[in-house]
């Protein structure tokens, strides 16, 4: 994948994280982090279930305050300009957010009414997505009838719906077989070139991770252990070593017990949706 654009001098990032900190009582879950993402490319945020990824996801996409530390998304404090930062991202949850019992038209077009785009807009808005991910021919169909890749293009529509300059995955292709995963993929990869929008995602998938993301960090136990481009992390290790190694060498037999942060909720949301997915 080409490197990302360097960025303007003065000019707001996409995505920055100072010391982020998030605590649930007596559990840490996130434990000081700092990074930050460049335009216009694809950050990947790796780790075990419970290791940290998902929380940092939610205070980016203000759906739950940190305890301590700051996130911005462009310039914009994600607690202080919530409604700001709800506009400039697209956010495609793990857990499914379609309506099976509507159609795809319908749940995309109440992603543009949440997103309170103007009522004159809508319209052209619903279906240049519905276009974008391949949807336009069933867009009538209930989700009901999609299979497991078209519920998670649609997902993808209703998150692009607002022409997000920052978008978050949090596991898009959880359940997915390999063409479907494929599939989605590709989707996003056009969009990113036709846009230059920003993406951040997590993945358990470490090929996807290698081959889609210009850089990647590794959590473990609420820290960052481990960044720098997939190809960087992999010399690190030796000239035979793979993504999956980076992973191993970093968290270890410890996986297992991160389940104290949250990885047991994690691993179960986890098979519901894979489930759902077909």
Not at 65 to 81: C, E, L, P, Q, T
Not at 173 to 195: M, S
């Amino acid at each position: 994948m080409a490197a990302p654009p360097a960025d303007l001098p003065g000019v707001a990032l996409p995505l920055t994280v100072r010391d982020l900190r998030v605590c649930f009582g007596s559990v840490t879950a996130v434990d000081g982090i700092s990074f930050a993402i460049r335009r216009g490319e694809v950050f990947g945020l790796l780790g075990a279930n419970g290791a940290g990824k998902t929380t940092t996801i939610r205070v980016t996409t203000t759906l739950i305050r940190a305890s301590s530390g700051s996130v911005a998304v462009f310039g914009h404090d994600v607690r202080a300009d919530a409604l700001r930062v709800r506009h400039l991202i697209g956010y495609l949850p793990q857990a499914l957010s379609a309506d099976f019992q509507l159609s795809g038209y319908e749940n995309v077009w109440l992603f543009a009414r949440l997103f309170d785009l103007p009522r004159r807009e809508r319209e052209a808005r619903v279906r240049e997505v519905l276009r974008a991910m391949g949807l336009d021919d069933v867009r009538d169909r209930l989700v009901s009838t999609f299979s497991g890749g078209m519920v998670r293009r649609l997902e993808l529509a209703q998150a692009l719906v607002n022409r997000p300059a920052l978008l978050v995955l949090d596991e898009p292709t959880i359940g997915l077989d390999p063409l479907a995963r494929a599939d989605v993929w590709e989707r996003v990869r056009e969009l990113r070139e036709q846009t230059g929008m920003t993406v951040l995602v997590t993945t358990h998938y470490m090929e996807e991770a290698d081959t889609l993301c210009d850089r990647v960090a590794l959590m473990h136990r609420g820290r960052l252990v481990a960044g720098g481009t997939p190809g960087e992390l992999k010399a690190a290790l030796g000239p035979e070593a793979t993504l999956d190694d980076v992973f191993r060498h970093h968290v270890g037999k410890a996986i297992e017990d991160e389940d104290v942060t949250g990885g047991g909720r994690d691993v179960r949301r986890t098979r519901r949706a894979a489930q759902r997915l077909g």
